[in-house]
């Protein structure tokens, strides 16, 4: 399948200043689709962010559906440079239909037919992550407190061996871990497991932070925290090392990004 012609099966499911039905309701997503776009240097990242803002934002914002929670620019990543965004939907048949809508805009069918005129790709290559919500994530936020701004986003995805260790990081992160990241500073917007895609089985969740330095502080007073070496020598004598891979990406929110 062609590129043109993907983008017109799917929709190109990315960003717009709304997020989920649900979510704006009040209630907690349950998918979350994460879409990574790998440019080179040069032209790539101003006709992505032109393709973004005056196509597929424009585009969900008119039409009313789902879009991303955040648009991030990898600040460390194994790619680089790299656009990535999160979109949050109450149900895949929301997914679905939020796709059939914009693949049939012919205003966004516009917008994309620019970003793809010339010789050279608008990207590199891209990849799409469908993540589960955890039983235990909440309600996005419509928007993060001003005085953070402007903020660093920090991806984490933690593998597990097994599915049987995951359940139990799973739980430990509902039970004891979240009060402690609060405490120290950490507060993520995002639990999730991937449901389809690479690194299974796996936690992957998503922190905002102030800044880079505010990054450092908290994860430095969430390794000293006496509750937190307790809890994590009581998790690995009753369940083994959890978590046996950790891989981290850091980025900062896009000027358009609904959080930023």
Same mark, same amino acid.
């Given at each position: 399948?062609?590129?043109?012609?993907?983008?017109?099966?799917?929709?190109?499911?990315?960003?717009?200043?709304?997020?989920?039905?649900?979510?704006?309701?009040?209630?907690?997503?349950?998918?979350?689709?994460?879409?990574?776009?790998?440019?080179?240097?040069?032209?790539?990242?101003?006709?992505?962010?032109?393709?973004?803002?005056?196509?597929?934002?424009?585009?969900?914002?008119?039409?009313?559906?789902?879009?991303?929670? &955040?648009?991030?620019? /990898? +600040?460390? !990543?194994?790619?680089? =440079?790299? $656009?990535?965004?999160?979109?949050? #939907?109450? @149900?895949?048949?929301?997914?679905?239909?939020?796709?059939?809508?914009?693949?049939?805009?012919?205003?966004?069918?516009?917008?994309?037919?620019?970003?793809?005129?010339?010789?050279?790709?608008?990207?590199?290559?891209?990849?799409?992550?469908?993540?589960?919500?955890?039983?235990?994530?909440? &309600?996005?936020?419509? /928007? +993060?407190? !001003?005085?953070?701004? =402007?903020? $660093?986003?920090?991806?984490?995805? #933690?593998? @597990?061996?097994?599915?049987?260790?995951?359940?139990?990081?799973?739980?430990?992160?509902?039970?004891?871990?979240?009060?402690?990241?609060?405490?120290?500073?950490?507060?993520?917007?995002?639990?999730?497991?991937?449901?389809?895609?690479?690194?299974?089985?796996?936690?992957?969740?998503?922190?905002?932070?102030?800044?880079?330095?505010?990054?450092?502080?908290?994860?430095?007073?969430?390794?000293?925290?006496?509750?937190?070496?307790?809890?994590?020598?009581?998790?690995?004598?009753?369940?083994?090392?959890?978590?046996?891979?950790?891989?981290?990406?850091?980025?900062?929110?896009?000027?358009?990004?609904?959080?930023?």
């Amino acid at each position: 399948m062609q590129r043109r012609e993907f983008f017109q099966a799917t929709g190109a499911t990315m960003m717009s200043g709304t997020i989920s039905a649900g979510a704006a309701a009040g209630a907690a997503p349950k998918y979350f689709l994460l879409e990574q776009f790998y440019l080179k240097n040069g032209g790539q990242g101003a006709r992505m962010t032109s393709y973004l803002q005056a196509g597929v934002i424009e585009a969900s914002k008119r039409l009313k559906i789902p879009g991303p929670a &955040a648009v991030m620019e /990898a +600040l460390v !990543a194994p790619h680089m =440079p790299q $656009v990535a965004c999160v979109t949050a #939907y109450a @149900s895949l048949e929301e997914m679905t239909e939020a796709r059939k809508k914009r693949a049939a805009d012919g205003q966004y069918q516009a917008a994309l037919a620019e970003w793809e005129k010339g010789d050279e790709a608008p990207y590199e290559h891209y990849s799409e992550v469908l993540l589960e919500a955890a039983a235990y994530q909440p &309600a996005l936020p419509a /928007a +993060l407190p !001003a005085q953070e701004q =402007p903020r $660093v986003f920090e991806l984490r995805m #933690y593998h @597990s061996p097994t599915e049987r260790q995951l359940k139990a990081l799973h739980e430990r992160f509902a039970g004891p871990e979240i009060q402690i990241f609060r405490r120290c500073g950490i507060r993520p917007v995002l639990y999730s497991s991937t449901l389809i895609g690479p690194g299974k089985p796996n936690l992957v969740y998503l922190t905002p932070f102030g800044s880079l330095a505010a990054r450092e502080k908290a994860w430095a007073a969430f390794g000293a925290d006496p509750e937190w070496v307790k809890v994590r020598a009581e998790s690995i004598a009753k369940d083994g090392q959890v978590s046996s891979v950790i891989q981290i990406a850091l980025y900062k929110a896009a000027g358009y990004s609904p959080l930023r």
